[in-house]
T-cell receptor, first 111, second 115 residues
Framework: TQLLEQSPQFLSIQEGENLTVYCNSSSVFSSLQWYRQEPGEGPVLLVTVVTGGEVKKLKRLTFQFGDARKDSSLHITAAQPGDTGLYLCAGPMDSNYQLIWGAGTKLIIKP | DSGVTQTPKHLITATGQRVTLRCSPRSGDLSVYWYQQSLDQGLQFLIHYYNGEERAKGNILERFSAQQFPDLHSELNLSSLELGDSALYFC??????????????FGPGTRLTVL
């Protein structure tokens, strides 16, 4: 069974600090997506990583796909209150017609 | 604004009742996905339709059913509602039938409260 585990489940830090959240699996994924969901809204795609070892940057956010394509990380530099939200990772099932979703990391950045 | 619309935004009903949630995908998108999200939890995949045909089924209860119409809008029907069905229900759409490399665009959700 393909599963995605995200850690930590909850993280509350001060503005300006750095943080890393993780998305891990024992299965190989052809790609992984990261979404951010703000309260009361639907998730919004941040990035898709496809190649093992790939690093993608989105302003202060850095996404990395593990060499073996079993895990991914999201690093935020100098976190801002606007980064607050639920960060979800998702990857395609072997059937390719649906995504498997992690339970998410709830991130709160305090001013 | 993702371009995906969902109605109604809020729905309050009683146990045992039946409700219909509606979703209109982004213009040009052929796939519609339905998800359930309970309080402070991740997304639970329910079902995926592509161009009118069912493509994949997740942990969708037998009391729940869905369909995608020729104009590509979709409806999720929930019947014999129970307290535990209270949740946010999201619809998402994407261009192709494969979610692997295609972004899913989410609607604003329908908040269902069963009393």
């Amino acid at each position: 069974t393909q599963l995605l585990e995200q850690s930590p489940q909850f993280l509350s830090i001060q503005e300006g600090e750095n943080l890393t959240v993780y998305c891990n699996s024992s299965s190989v994924f052809s790609s992984l997506q990261w979404y951010r969901q703000e309260p009361g809204e639907g998730p919004v795609l941040l990035v898709t990583v496809v190649t093992g070892g790939e690093v993608k940057k989105l302003k202060r956010l850095t996404f990395q796909f593990g060499d073996a394509r079993k895990d991914s990380s999201l690093h935020i530099t100098a976190a801002q209150p606007g980064d607050t939200g639920l960060y979800l990772c998702a990857g395609p099932m072997d059937s390719n017609y649906q995504l498997i979703w992690g339970a998410g990391t709830k991130l709160i950045i305090k001013p | 604004d993702s371009g995906v619309t969902q109605t109604p935004k809020h729905l309050i009903t009683a146990t045992g009742q039946r409700v219909t949630l509606r979703c209109s995908p982004r213009s040009g998108d052929l796939s519609v996905y339905w998800y359930q999200q309970s309080l402070d939890q991740g997304l639970q995949f329910l079902i995926h339709y592509y161009n009118g045909e069912e493509r994949a089924k997740g942990n969708i209860l037998e009391r729940f059913s869905a369909q995608q119409f020729p104009d590509l809008h979709s409806e999720l029907n929930l019947s014999s509602l129970e307290l535990g069905d209270s949740a946010l229900y999201f619809c998402a759409s994407s261009l192709s039938g494969s979610p692997s490399y295609n972004e899913q665009f989410f609607g604003p959700g329908t908040r269902l409260t069963v009393l």
